[in-house]
């Protein structure tokens, strides 16, 4: 079974308009951890913003923010005040146990191809 | 700005040539990992390493083989290289230590085979 849900193949935004990226995830375990990356068209993955299970409040990072609805295992990026440098694949990854154990492997969604239009 | 490298970035070869993809990073970090993706697909673990000589199979079988015999260097080779094998791969790195411990990336390999 999938453990990461990415369901928006591709979007269209217009610029300077804010656009929500679906992540929803699947595990039993309670400590976990959720990872945006963005990778342009140059290859490099690019860190954006992490949130874990038992933080209290949705994490946020210059325009981008997580609306993390634990109950409902999602964890939706949003962008705020979009911009062309955004259009780019965007991948919701997944850590599963506790931080400090650092012998993890992420789990991967399919991504999303985001495209801002001037 | 994350401090790994890959070489080539892009390469085009025939069936059976044997490959090395050069990855390394200038950060200290213990764990590396590659990837392989496909365009437009999610990333699949081929491979990782959480030390010197210290290299372990990923979910993904692959017939490429890895190395680590410096912190720094962690380069994959194909022996035969085949279609099948046109893909591009992603080296990746992390501290053992630190919060949230997220990937640095290469910027990757993007290798087709003939």
């Known amino acids: 079974a999938q453990k990461i849900t990415q369901t928006q193949p591709g979007m269209f935004v217009q610029e300077k308009e804010a656009v929500t990226l679906d992540c929803t995830y699947d595990?039993?375990?309670?400590?976990?951890?959720l990872f945006w990356y963005k990778q342009p068209s140059s290859g490099e993955m690019i860190f954006l913003i992490y949130?874990?299970?038992?933080d209290q409040q949705n994490a946020t990072e210059g325009r981008y923010s997580l609306n993390f609805q634990k109950a409902r295992k999602s964890a939706n990026l949003v962008i705020s005040a979009s911009q062309l440098g955004d259009s780019a694949m965007y991948f919701c990854?997944?850590?599963?146990?506790?931080?400090?154990?650092?012998?993890?492997?992420?789990?991967w969604g399919a991504g999303t191809k985001l495209i801002i239009k001037p | 700005e994350a401090d790994i490298y890959q070489t080539p970035r892009y390469l085009v070869i025939g069936t059976g040539k044997k490959i090395t993809l050069e990855c390394s990073q200038t950060?200290?970090?213990?764990?590396m990992y590659w990837y392989q993706q496909d365009p437009g697909m999610e990333l699949h673990l081929i491979h990782y390493?959480?030390?010197?000589?210290?290299?372990e199979k990923g979910d993904l079988s692959s017939e490429s083989t890895v190395s680590r015999i410096r912190t720094e260097h962690f380069p994959l080779t194909l022996e035969s290289a085949r279609p099948s094998h046109t893909s591009q791969y992603l080296c990746?790195?992390?501290?053992?230590?630190?919060?949230?411990?997220?990937?640095?990336f290469g910027e990757g390999s993007r290798l087709t085979v003939l």
């Open positions: 950060m200290g970090h213990d764990k």
């Open positions: 990746a790195s992390k501290t053992g230590t630190g919060f949230p411990g997220e990937l640095f």
């Open positions: 949130q874990g299970s038992y």
């Open positions: 990854a997944m850590r599963e146990g506790h931080s400090f154990d650092s012998n993890y492997q992420l789990i």
């Open positions: 595990t039993s375990d309670p400590s976990y951890g």
């Open positions: 390493s959480y030390g010197v000589n210290s290299t």
